[in-house]
């Protein structure tokens, strides 16, 4: 058995990764060629759901939308190193350059009023002048990788992201417009993309933002050894009589570090916390924990038992906490899944052939 944390996103846009030949690394500053909005060739696609841009591997060595191919074109800098593509947000469109990174989800630029800086070569993005702009709110990205909570005096969802490196980037979810230029030099605009409008950042200071193209899902370093049953011990047990989720100390861990990282410096945690006897945080769970990324357990066989914040955590009796719905297993090596990770799903056992089935359900059809 496997653990992954899934941030759960929809694919709108496909962006073509311009090989990098032997040049690339000898440009010593950014030469942006910035996309604008002169061409009369724009196109507009179908409006589809709000969600995070995403690359998926494509079948050709061109992806396609609308019938023609859509290119982010890639610059490269030496210091630091990294990749750099062009696009345009809002309407009228501003050319933005923002870093390509294929190890987080959210894309994110600099919005004014913020407490940001940008090289003189890059026009800054005001959400005040585009037809377009509209507040978006936490549900519209409901497993986000970013840190996400609503606030309550300016109706906006705010969010938080830091990378390992402790760069980040702070502000509210948005829906926008991108344009991107297509293979036959025209544009393209792609609606309703919920995107990250920064108000405060730390550590970029020669792009606009961030274009986040991962996978949208963390496979967690567990290995699968820690969930086997060898002789008398260890192995991984479905009770329906024990409430919380109790995992082996490895698996414990691991799930943990990557749970208190997505929470620790946005919510406080309680008095006491402890993280194996009172992993706790202030906060109300339904609205501090929209966005949060549903933990996976995967099974040999590929049997799937997906939990949400709601199988993930319990709330206090007066509302105003919660805790972690999991424990680490202090006697020995065994792992338990227990009745709230079990929510939302009917379980069947096959005692013939010695396979187990999980099916997600809703359980107010059931009771109607």
């Excluded at 274009?211 to 991984?236: A, E, H, M, N, W």
């Excluded at 946005?266 to 008095?271: A, D, F, I, S």
Aim: aromatic share 10%; hydrophobic share 35%; glycine share 6%.
């Amino acid at each position: 058995m496997a653990i992954s944390l899934a941030f759960r996103t929809t694919i709108l846009i496909s962006l073509i990764a311009l090989t990098c030949s032997n040049r690339c690394t000898s440009h010593p500053q950014v030469a942006s060629r910035l996309l604008h909005s002169t061409s009369n060739k724009t196109k507009e696609s179908p409006k589809k759901n709000t969600g995070y841009l995403h690359s998926k591997p494509p079948p050709a060595s061109k992806w396609t939308t609308d019938s023609v191919s859509i290119i982010s074109h890639v610059t490269s800098i030496a210091r630091p190193a990294a990749f750099l593509a062009n696009i345009s947000i809002g309407d009228p469109p501003v050319p933005q350059l923002l870093l390509l990174d294929t190890g987080s989800d959210l894309t994110w630029i600099q919005c004014l009023p913020c407490k940001c800086y940008l090289p003189p070569s890059i026009p800054f993005y005001r959400p005040s002048r585009s037809s377009t702009y509209r507040d978006a709110s936490c549900e519209s990205a409901p497993h986000a990788m970013p840190r996400i909570s609503h606030d309550e005096r300016t109706k906006t969802c705010q969010y938080y992201l830091r990378y390992r490196d402790n760069s980040s980037t702070r502000g509210v979810l948005a829906e926008e417009n991108l344009t991107f230029q297509t293979s036959d030099n025209g544009l393209v605009s792609k609606q309703n993309i919920v995107i990250g409008c920064g108000k405060d950042k730390s550590g970029f200071t020669q792009y606009s933002g961030v274009l986040g193209l991962g996978p949208g899902q963390k496979l967690l370093d567990i290995k699968p050894y820690v969930f086997k049953r060898y002789g008398s011990q260890g192995g991984t047990v479905i009770d329906t009589g024990c409430s919380p989720t109790i995992l082996a100390r490895e698996a414990y861990d691991t799930l943990f570090e990557e749970i208190d990282f997505l929470l620790g410096d946005v919510l406080t945690r309680v008095k006491d916390w402890d993280q194996y006897t009172k992993a706790c945080y202030e906060g109300n769970m339904k609205l501090n924990l929209l966005g949060f990324p549903v933990v996976t357990f995967h099974f040999a066989g590929g049997a799937e038992l997906t939990l949400d914040y709601e199988s993930l955590f319990v709330e206090s009796e007066n509302g105003d906490s919660f805790c972690l719905a999991m424990s680490m297993n202090t006697f020995d090596d065994m792992s338990v899944i227990g009745a709230m990770a079990q929510q939302h799903y009917n379980v069947g056992y096959d005692l013939l052939t010695m396979n187990v089935y999980f099916q997600r359900t809703d359980c107010v059809i059931l009771d109607s």
